[in-house]
Nanobody, 121 residues
Framework: QVQLVESGGGLVQAGGSLRLSCAVSGGTLSGYAMGWFRRVPGTEREFVARISWKGGSTKYADSVKGRFTVSRDNAKNTVYLQMDSLKPEDTAVYYC??????????????WGQGTQVTVSS
């Protein structure tokens, strides 16, 4: 069974940067588009970014476009999310998952524990 482990979150001031990592074990990323999602308590999980399995194509939510960059290293079975110019509204728990390219909806049923990102004003 595929296991997802997100890391790299923390507390940062507005305007700062963080780099999140998502390590996949028990399976391979090869062949899967991968995505990042985030959730604020009491709300639904929302799409943030995705990257094609070869890394040649990316898509971002309008709210993070120009500030976040998604990348991947298939040899390391890891996906990254570089977050720059962070804003307080980026505060959330961040998760990764495989995604359907057509809809950017999550593909796998299992989720990791997520990593908390808190941006102070």
């Amino acid at each position: 069974q595929v296991q997802l482990v997100e890391s790299g979150g923390g507390l940062v001031q507005a305007g700062g940067s963080l780099r999140l990592s998502c390590a996949v074990s028990g399976g391979t990323l090869s062949g899967y588009a991968m995505g990042w999602f985030r959730r604020v308590p009491g709300t639904e999980r929302e799409f943030v970014a995705r990257i094609s399995w070869k890394g040649g194509s990316t898509k971002y939510a309008d709210s993070v476009k120009g500030r976040f960059t998604v990348s991947r290293d298939n040899a390391k079975n890891t996906v990254y999310l570089q977050m720059d110019s962070l804003k307080p509204e980026d505060t959330a728990v961040y998760y990764c998952n495989a995604v359907f390219v057509s809809s950017s909806r999550p593909q796998w049923d299992s989720w990791g524990q997520g990593t908390q990102v808190t941006v102070s004003s």
